[in-house]
């Protein structure tokens, strides 16, 4: 699948974009995982998101929250690959995409995210190591996960 890339901060969305972007959020975050949260917060207005692009179709996104205001470092978040296209390899280049942006962002720095403790595989297999003991939030089981910026280029 060939895939455009783009990042945007809030205020560059036109009304369709946030609208598709949005709605993935709700239907991955609140209606699949059946969890009742905020998930449109305050950090989005100050966040760059990231969407991946097939066609007209949105079928992968994340945000990336500035240092500190959700941890010390940049964190990757709202991580979602659209349900038909989860085990392609997808999540992998979002998270890649997503890394190499942060780097961009904000040149040797960590990144530190809370991570759905089920994915922790997934996102070992770029480099970030759990740092946490296991945690409920929303009823769902995360831990903090750290990516170290002066890792090898390769893990990206």
């Given amino acids: 699948m060939s895939l455009i890339w ?3 901060t ?13 709605r993935l959020r709700q239907q991955v975050f609140v209606v699949e995982q059946a969890c009742a949260y905020p998930d449109i917060d305050d950090l989005d207005l100050v966040s760059t998101h990231l969407l991946g692009w097939s066609g007209d179709a949105l079928v992968a996104c994340l945000r990336l929250v500035p240092p500190g205001l959700k941890y010390a470092e940049p964190s990757l978040g709202r991580v979602i690959a659209v349900p038909e296209q989860r ?12 890394l190499k942006g942060a780097a961009g962002q904000y040149p040797a720095m960590n990144n530190r995210i809370g991570a759905q403790a089920h994915l922790q595989s997934f ?6 190591i759990t740092v946490s003991d296991e ?6 089981l995360h831990v903090d996960m750290l990516w170290r910026a002066d890792q090898s280029a390769s893990v990206i």
């Fill in 6 to 8: 783009r990042w945007y």
């Fill in 10 to 22: 809030f205020s560059e969305f036109d009304t369709p974009t946030l609208f598709q972007y949005l």
């Fill in 87 to 98: 085990g392609t390899g997808l999540g992998y280049q979002l998270i890649a995409t997503g």
């Fill in 123 to 128: 996102y070992a297999r770029h480099g970030f």
């Fill in 135 to 140: 945690y409920d939030e929303d009823g769902i």
